[in-house]
């Protein structure tokens, strides 16, 4: 009957909008289809791009008595890292040597006539023997973030206010010291106001990395190091690896990388997939430089970072950077 048929239509009609509308906002549905993406474009020349040059590198180094075949292998191997890191490297780099003894004063680098720097004639020599000069008859108690502390405390100068601090630790022992990872990170946060201005490397001795115990069982997981060296995004090598040598060129060949490459500061955080760089009109691939990749995405950074200008040879290249805003879409 043609009155029974408009009635369902009108009964199925209803249920649809009751499906539709029960439970949901619709303003809410409606603002959610209509948000546009906001995006970025900019456009930038390679020539002004510039890394880090300065950094001022500090070591703490364990002159406790099971310390003695570690140290000669320093010693023996810092050539590596001196040449491999400061010579080819082309930064204005300066050094510090101080022991986990807590009164101990520094042994190089932080007083105008122990200066160790880029400019240093047989810098290597004098880094040796800051090292030899350490022996092993230290405070059988080794600390780390004391002595720091206390050394970047009384002698100020060392650091330099345009300049990355990188931290490099030497031990076979856990800290033994008061000063905890928390009130050591607030000190660097204090001395260098973004804890992106340091990197710090521990090369140790554990038990959970394999190494023969020395001052009993200690494990790096879990460790006021561990705490130290994840947020301040550095890297930890294993003491006990031969040749020792090998480890330095990777804490050097890090640490080059980490300050010298060129970069590009993001205003926004970008989502990630959308980010794009091209040249010319020609898209630049993104990834590993053993990948072939130009660039990498710097998260903690929130930056572009270039393995190499190669694509761009001229003086007056330029590069665009696009992405959509995360933040807009977190919104």
């Known amino acids: 009957m043609p009155g029974e048929s408009e009635a369902v239509k009108t009964f199925a009609l209803l249920v649809l909008l009751a499906a539709f ?22 456009i930038h020349k390679l020539k002004e791009l510039q890394g880090e040059t300065k950094v001022d590198i500090l070591w703490t180094v364990d002159n406790s008595g099971s310390m003695g075949n570690y140290q000669q ?66 405070d059988m108690t080794e600390q780390f973030f004391g002595p720091i502390e206390a050394q970047l405390t009384a002698f100020p100068n060392f650091l330099r206010r345009d300049a990355v601090l990188a931290l490099i630790i030497i031990t076979d022992a856990p800290d033994q010291g008061r000063v905890k990872a928390a009130a050591f990170l607030n000190l660097l946060k204090k001395l260098k106001g973004d804890l992106r201005r340091v990197v710090t490397y521990g090369v140790f001795a554990s038990t959970d990395f394999g190494c023969q115990k020395t001052d009993g069982r200690w494990d790096y997981a879990g460790s006021d190091y561990e705490k130290v060296i994840d947020a301040t995004k550095g890297k930890k090598f294993k003491l006990c690896d031969t040749p020792f040598g090998k480890n330095l060129s990777e804490l050097g060949t890090d640490l080059v990388a980490r300050i010298k490459r060129p970069f590009i500061q993001l205003k926004d955080r970008p989502v990630i997939s959308s980010l794009r760089v091209t040249h010319k009109g020609k ?31 001229g003086d007056n290249e330029e590069v665009t950077i696009e992405y959509v805003v995360a933040d807009e879409i977190v919104r």
Request: proline share 6%.
């Open 21 to 42: 509308g029960c439970g949901r906002n619709t303003d809410f549905l409606y603002r959610l289809q209509d948000i546009p993406l906001q995006t970025f474009s900019g």
């Open 73 to 138: 292998e320093l010693i023996d191997n810092s050539d590596v890292f001196i040449r491999d890191f400061v010579t080819s490297g082309g930064l204005e780099w300066k050094m510090g040597v101080i022991s986990s003894s807590i009164m101990e004063p520094p042994y190089i680098g932080f007083t105008n006539s122990t200066l160790l720097t880029h400019q240093t004639p047989n810098g290597i020599d004098l880094f040796k023997d800051a090292i030899r000069r350490l022996g092993i008859a230290g």
């Open 283 to 313: 898209d630049q691939p993104g990834g590993p430089k053993e990948s072939e990749g130009v660039w990498i995405y710097d998260f903690d950074m929130n930056r572009v970072v270039f393995h190499t200008l190669d694509f761009a040879p």
